[in-house]
């Protein structure tokens, strides 16, 4: 399927584990690289994770992605107030010639 | 470092045109493409299109042929965004983001600070 889905939300304590999904199809996730970005309000996206598990210099090493056939994963550990911000998925889909996002997960830290 | 700075918002009425600019800086302009996303209020990111910044040529995304053109000056290292004909459904924030090879499917790693277009009458 040419849709990324992704939880509208998941929450978590301080110091906490968290993970949000990224699910696709064979023709996005299932053949190409998987990126993640972290959005907060008002501001530009910035890259978190690319080709599916790599972090650019900089991101800490909290911050983890994953991709099993059509589904990715972003976890966060060690969670900080400061992690509080949208988080979407994207990837290039071959049926479309496209780059697909997802709807983006909210991540509230209690 | 590497910057992508967009131009301001704009406020437009129906059937007019407007056009954005993504200054870029801080690395080889024509080594990277540069994609453009739209976000309309409310909505997932949607893929526009791109331009090889090497060659000149844009590729556009489905739904995005027409009245969106990109274009470039590869002189300045800006690319421009511009849409004619507004409609009220043009009203969004617009990105450009670095792709980070010169094809189109690569990882966009870099990402302008948004420009808001206001379509209304």
């Known amino acids: 399927q040419s849709v990324l889905t992704q939880p509208p939300s998941v929450s978590g304590t301080p110091g906490q584990r968290v993970a949000m999904s990224c699910s696709g199809g064979?023709?996005?996730?299932?053949?190409?690289?998987v990126s993640w970005y972290q959005q907060f309000p008002g501001t530009a996206p910035k890259l978190l994770i690319y080709?599916?598990?790599q972090r650019p210099s900089g991101v800490p090493d909290r911050f983890s992605g994953s991709r099993s056939g059509s589904s990715a994963s972003l976890d966060i550990s060690g969670l900080r107030s400061e992690d509080e911000a949208h988080y979407f998925c994207a990837v290039w889909d071959d049926s479309l010639s496209g780059r697909l996002f997802g709807g983006g997960t909210k991540l509230t830290v209690l | 470092q590497v910057q992508l700075v967009q131009s301001g918002s704009e406020v437009k009425k129906p059937g007019t045109s407007v056009k954005i600019s993504c200054r870029t800086s801080?690395?080889?302009?024509?080594?990277?493409?540069l994609s453009w996303v739209r976000q309309a209020p409310g909505q997932r990111l949607e893929y526009m299109g791109w331009?090889?910044?090497?060659?000149?040529?844009?590729i556009y995304g489905q739904g995005f042929g027409g009245r969106f053109v990109f274009s470039l000056d590869t002189s300045v290292r800006t690319a421009y965004l511009e849409i004619s004909d507004l409609e009220a459904g043009d009203t969004a924030v617009y990105y450009c983001a670095r792709v980070e090879s010169p094809y189109g499917d690569s990882n966009i790693d870099y990402w302008g600070q948004g420009t808001r277009v206001t379509v209304s009458s």
């Open positions: 801080g690395y080889s302009f024509g080594a990277y493409g």
């Open positions: 080709k599916n598990d």
């Open positions: 331009v090889n910044t090497y060659f000149g040529f844009p």
């Open positions: 064979n023709s996005n996730i299932g053949s190409n690289y």
